[in-house]
Nanobody, 131 residues
Framework: QVQLVESGGGSVQAGGSLRLSCAAS????????MGWFRQAPGKEREGVAT????????YYADSVKGRFTISQDYVKNILYLQANNLKPEDTAMYFC????????????????????????WGQGTQVTVDS
């Protein structure tokens, strides 16, 4: 299984930006989906954004569309999440994950936002947004 290490979290004011990074190693052929998830205290873990590797589609939760961007550096094996216009409700522990849940749509593969579709997880990085 792939090993994942997140970084880049922190505390920002509402409207601010952060770029999260996830360094990955030890990929397997079956783990072609990468994603960012988050979990706030007392809430279930939820999908934020996913990307199909290589060259596939990206998919976002409605709550972050237009504000967050997922991307991947295939040479360095780093997954990114650019989070702009942050809101207090974005406060959570953010995790990156690798897995294989996917669907075919419009001529390309997209990775699912569902937690059970992912079987490798990082330890997380905390994002706190102050109002």
């Amino acid at each position: 299984q792939v090993q994942l290490v997140e970084s880049g979290g922190g505390s920002v004011q509402a409207g601010g930006s952060l770029r999260l990074s996830c360094a990955a190693s030890g990929y397997t052929d079956a783990q072609y989906c990468m994603g960012w998830f988050r979990q706030a205290p007392g809430k279930e873990r939820e999908g934020v954004a996913t990307i199909y590797t290589p060259g596939g589609g990206t998919y976002y939760a409605d709550s972050v569309k237009g504000r967050f961007t997922i991307s991947q550096d295939y040479v360095k094996n780093i997954l990114y999440l650019q989070a702009n216009n942050l809101k207090p409700e974005d406060t959570a522990m953010y995790f990156c994950a690798a897995g294989s849940g996917r669907r075919w749509s419009g001529g390309r593969w997209y990775c699912l936002l569902s937690v059970p579709s992912y079987n490798s997880w990082g330890q997380g990085t905390q994002v706190t947004v102050d109002s």
